[in-house]
């Protein structure tokens, strides 16, 4: 798991073949296994791979989202407010479900926010994303999660570099020494 971790960083360039359908279906399984509050499971997930529609959601936001514009499919991943009210906290574990997924079955992945952030008129981008893609209005959207054969190459993350200081014991700002 470790291994996977360090080797997931976010992908923006991909190559233009689309991921097979059952490597979709593969990451949709993970999302829909995702732990959620009172195992409500609030969460909905639409696979975008039409140019036209993928180009119009790449101007969701102002900064951000406008390398989707070539990316060959992403999730939105959007949730429910009447069925829970922690949409936020179970549709990020199912989207960081998806990008783990994603990384085992060797794709790129980048989560594109979109809860609380505006477009280049000052609108807001969850709303530009609901209309778009007829999203009733009692959901909530949190981000588009890119999907696709890397078309770059990032370093993967280093473990001599983790903010280990970050971690306490017992009491705040308390470190145990030979541990993190
Ligand atoms: C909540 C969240 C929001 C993010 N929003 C964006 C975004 O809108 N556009 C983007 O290109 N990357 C976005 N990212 C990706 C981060 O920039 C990226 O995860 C971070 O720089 C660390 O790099 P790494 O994923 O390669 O480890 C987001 C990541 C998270 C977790």
New binding site residues.
């Given amino acids: 798991m470790i291994r996977l971790l360090v080797n997931?960083?976010?992908i923006?360039k991909y190559k233009t073949q689309k991921v097979e359908c059952e490597k979709v279906d593969k990451l949709l399984t993970a999302a829909l296994l995702a732990p959620s509050s009172r195992g409500r499971k609030p969460w909905g997930f639409l696979v975008v791979d039409d140019e036209d529609i993928l180009k119009q959601l790449s101007q969701a936001?102002e900064?951000?989202?406008q390398?989707i514009s070539k990316v060959p499919q992403v999730i939105v991943v959007f949730g429910d407010t009447m069925v829970s009210d922690m949409c936020v906290e179970d549709c990020?574990i199912a989207a960081t479900y998806i990008q783990l997924e994603a990384e085992r079955l060797g794709l790129g992945s980048?989560?594109?926010?979109i809860r609380e952030?505006l477009t280049k008129k000052g609108t807001s981008s969850e709303g530009y994303v609901k209309a778009l893609l007829s999203i009733p209005d009692h959901f909530m959207v949190e981000?588009i999660i890119a999907i696709g054969y890397p078309d770059e190459e990032?370093i993967p993350?280093n473990l001599d570099e983790l903010d280990v200081h970050k971690v306490h014991y017992n009491k705040y700002k308390i470190m145990y020494p030979g541990h993190y």
């Avoid at 980048?110 to 926010?113: A, F, G, Y």
Wanted: glycine share 6%; proline share 0%; net charge positive.
């Fill in positions: 997931r960083r976010s923006r936001k900064h951000g989202s390398f990020s980048c989560w594109v926010q952030r981000a990032k993350h």
